[in-house]
């Protein structure tokens, strides 16, 4: 049975709460998994009592949901940062490979998106978040590539849908490398990657 999460009368200091006990799980998800990490040592790590914690989420679950859309947040405030720059698109995202490599290597942040994919594989409803996550960020792409000053306008939705996921696939896939080679070479990356995403950016010849 899970609990009721309360209403609180200062939304500041319960949001400052909520990102409390989100950074904790995190760091305990991180380290033992996430059945290994149960709420007690949640506690521990996040500094309050469980009972404490079920203040503000109603299970584990709950936590991890909002980790997931609080990631999801982030990913969309990158491309509100591309879609607000005024400059060329296409430099604009080949720019902003340099930080995402970065992001998408870091395995001490990776090795939660590692366990929420493992979990996701036995949990139906984070696999749905974690796929609704990946349904908004793919269409938040295809904005960018067809809309205004978008590269691909005349281009085919099938072909762009396409673009997308390849794009998506060679950047995610980052994190699959660096687990099984953790000397990878981030500037040799962005080396062939660079050329490898403009070309998916631009129209076919």
Do not use: W
Not at 155 to 171: G, L, T, V, Y
Not at 175 to 190: A, H, I, S
């Amino acid at each position: 049975m899970k609990a009721k999460t309360k209403r609180h009368a200062d939304p500041e200091l319960a949001q400052a709460r909520r990102n409390q006990v989100l950074c904790a799980a995190a760091e305990c998800f991180k380290r033992k998994g996430y059945h290994g990490a149960g709420m007690a040592e949640i506690s521990k790590m996040a500094g309050m009592s469980a009972g404490h914690i079920y203040n503000y989420f109603a299970s584990k679950d709950a936590i991890i949901e909002s980790i997931i859309q609080r990631d999801m947040e982030e990913t969309l405030s990158l491309f509100q940062e591309f879609e607000e720059n005024p400059g060329d698109l296409v430099t604009i995202l080949i720019d902003g490979l340099d930080d995402a490599v970065v992001r998408h290597t870091d395995m001490d942040n990776k090795a939660l998106s590692l366990e929420m994919l493992s979990e996701g594989a036995r949990n139906e409803k984070i696999a749905t978040l974690l796929q609704q996550s990946d349904t908004e960020s793919r269409e938040r792409m295809r904005n960018l590539l067809v809309g205004e000053r978008g590269p691909l306008k005349a281009s085919s939705e099938r072909e762009i849908n396409a673009r997308i996921e390849i794009m998506f696939a060679m950047i995610g896939g980052l994190l699959l490398r660096k687990t099984l080679n953790p000397n990878l070479d981030k500037e040799g990356l962005l080396i062939a990657l660079r050329p490898a995403i403009k070309t998916l950016l631009l129209p076919f010849e």
